[in-house]
């Protein structure tokens, strides 16, 4: 099946080849052909002796493709074949009301919602330390050895620190888990803004002065949109990692909902295609995360003059 | 700022025509003295002291640096009239641009006393008495060529309807008109400095200090831009001073060139140079013009004997 896609994408008609969707879309379709072909091997490799076990169990005679239709149809494999994943996920997605609990989109939601908001008060906070930042040498010295240190450790030791001290103080559901994903992401802002205010030019500065601008003018017409594209290569850093702070937030909290608690629920009870289905909710999520920033990027960059 | 202003706004020339006046009868009075005899230089400006465009006085700047301490400026004393065009030209490190930035208090001095327009040089910045042109032009990448003519209107607070006209007028005095909604990458290096010189006058300061500001151009555009500066000054009657390394350049646009020596970088010539106000390239070819170019080459190269 693999061979017969590859071999359409790579040796059809001259003029087929020359299509602009072809030319634009061969190689990354040819990748990913490679890696489901890698993916059914590997899967083949690592259910064999589970399958086999299970045959000679029951004590049924089997060949060699018997063998191999059983890796393919495990109930809980080792490593669950690619249409298997699909066929789970598409289930979870369509096969159920969008509020239902076995719906994936519905756990998405829940795990999106909280992502969001770490995201907005994690790049609020990165974006006003980074401002403290370039603006005080003495809250530089101050500052930076802790937001350094505050990313040193590991957010599975502190998420269930977290969410009690927050739990005890009244807060539940969505806000700790977004301070925790706000705690993940705003570290690449800090570092990126910190970076941009500082990146005009020594004459552009001066200039400002020849002008006796104030240090807020200075700030909104130059420090900031100097700093637009370390803005947005630091946001799709911290948008991603905003959706692992999400997600692993819901880890230690025995959450009931999230993709988080989809991971969870998958690991206690065996179940390799439920995972590796969220797995694949979370794939999609973080890409049309970027996605969007990456969009707003470029609809900024064209007001610039297509400036980046 | 306050005065400045509102006599720019109702000009439709007479302040400039006034000022120009003010500017000849001065030059006349003192240029057979020149700087020559600094006692009677010093009179004269005690005499007149609200017509000195700038006085130095006893100027030394010395730099701290890794390797010891520099002496940028020692003990530099000068004094430009009104209306003045000064050329200061030297080697490398002889103090020229410390010297316009120590004027445009870019930099403090260690010792001695800077007077622009009467006034301490950090007054006569806040009072917006100079624009300020760079080796580079400087100018703001995500702005339109318009809306970096405006960017200093916008800082000192210039009315929407102000901001658009004078936009409109100082491009047309750089031949500009019609590159407004262009972005700085769209033009070349000479349009890009001719911007830069538009945006240094679109406040109508009443003194413009060029930092080499032809230095990055070719011959034949340098040349092309002598001309119109030269015209733009004979336009607008403001005081020059200007960097240069080229002596036909400074011998060509000046009414004094002030040649400097380095280690430690002080004036060791002063050249009166009393061209027709409307002069042509040709002038380069006369007599005259060329024993003005053999004083000053004499004199920088006095400056670099007693370096070694």
């Known amino acids: 099946m693999t061979n017969s896609a590859l071999a359409l994408t790579t040796s059809g008609a001259g003029t087929l080849r020359k299509h602009p969707l072809v030319e634009c879309y061969a190689p990354i379709v040819t990748i990913v052909l490679a890696l489901i072909a890698i993916w059914y091997v590997a899967a083949v490799l690592m259910n064999l002796s589970l399958v086999r076990d299970g045959f000679e169990r029951e004590e049924t005679p089997y060949t060699i493709s018997d063998l191999v239709a059983g890796t393919m149809s495990a109930e809980r494999p080792l490593l669950p074949a690619p249409h298997q994943v699909i066929g789970a996920f598409v289930d979870s997605v369509f096969g159920y009301a969008p509020t239902a609990p076995r719906s994936l989109v519905y756990h998405s939601a829940v795990t999106l919602s909280a992502t969001l908001l770490g995201f907005v008060l994690g790049a609020l906070l990165g974006i006003g330390l980074a401002l403290m930042i370039v603006h005080s040498r003495v809250l530089e010295k101050s500052l930076l050895p802790w937001i350094i240190c505050s990313q040193m450790v590991p957010i599975l030791a502190l998420a269930p620190i977290f969410i009690v001290v927050l739990g005890a103080i009244g807060l539940q559901g969505l806000l700790p888990k977004s301070i925790i994903s706000a705690y993940l992401c705003f570290f690449p802002i800090t570092i990126g803004m910190v970076k941009g205010f500082t990146a005009p030019d020594p004459m552009q500065l001066d200039l400002m002065r020849t002008w006796s601008a104030t240090p807020r003018q200075v700030l909104s017409k130059l420090r900031w949109p100097s700093a637009v594209p370390y803005l947005f290569a630091s946001l799709k850093v911290a948008v991603t990692i905003s959706l692992i702070g999400a997600i692993v937030a819901e880890l230690p909290t025995g959450a009931e909902a999230g993709i988080g608690a989809r991971l969870l629920a998958g690991s206690y009870s065996g179940q390799t295609v439920q995972i590796w289905a969220a797995l694949l909710a979370a794939a999609i999520l973080a890409s049309g995360l970027i996605g969007l920033v990456d969009l707003t990027e470029r609809v900024v960059a064209r007001q610039m003059g297509t400036w980046s | ?308």
């Not at chain 2, 970096?148 to 000192?156: A, F, G, R, T």
């Not at chain 2, 750089?174 to 830069?196: A, C, D, I, Y």
């Not at chain 2, 011959?219 to 015209?231: A, F, G, K, S």
């Not at chain 2, 970088?265 to 106000?277: A, H, K, L, T």
Request: aromatic share 8%; charged share 25%; with cysteine.
């Open chain 2, 1 to 308: 700022m306050g005065l400045r202003i509102p006599k720019a706004l109702k000009q439709d020339n007479p302040g400039v025509t006034l000022r120009r006046d003010v500017r000849e009868s001065f030059v006349a009075s003192t240029g057979p003295t020149g700087m020559n005899n600094p006692a009677d230089a010093r009179a004269e400006s005690t005499a007149s002291a609200q017509r000195l465009a700038v006085d130095v006085c006893n100027v030394s700047l010395t730099f701290e640096t890794a390797d010891g301490k520099v002496d940028a400026l020692s003990n530099v004393s000068l004094q430009i009239a009104d209306g003045e065009f000064v050329s200061f030209i030297g080697p490398s490190g002889c103090g020229k641009t410390t010297m316009l930035r120590v004027i445009a208090d870019l930099q403090q001095p260690t010792a001695g006393t800077v007077l622009v327009n009467g006034m301490s040089a950090e007054q006569a910045r806040l009072d917006r008495g100079y624009g300020y042109v760079f080796q580079a032009p400087a100018l703001f990448p995500w702005r339109t060529i318009e809306k970096n003519l405006k960017l200093p209107l916008e800082i000192m607070g210039f009315s929407d309807n102000e901001q658009k006209k004078r936009a409109a007028r100082y491009l047309a005095l750089v031949n500009l008109t019609g590159f407004e909604r262009k972005f700085p990458w769209q033009l070349s290096g000479g349009m890009q400095q001719r911007v830069s010189i538009a945006r240094a006058l679109s406040f109508d300061p009443a003194m413009l200090l060029m930092d080499e500001p032809f230095g990055a151009l070719d011959e034949i555009v340098r040349d092309h831009l002598n001309e119109q500066l030269l015209q733009l000054w004979d336009k607008t009657g403001k005081t020059v001073l200007f960097v240069t390394h080229s002596i036909p350049e400074a011998v060509f646009l000046s009414t004094k060139i002030v040649v400097m020596s380095p280690r430690p970088g002080r004036i060791i010539d002063i050249i009166n140079c009393n061209f027709p106000r409307h002069r042509t390239l040709e002038i380069r070819e006369t007599p005259e013009f060329q024993k003005i170019a053999q004083r000053v080459r004499v004199g920088l190269r006095a400056g670099h004997s007693y370096d070694e």
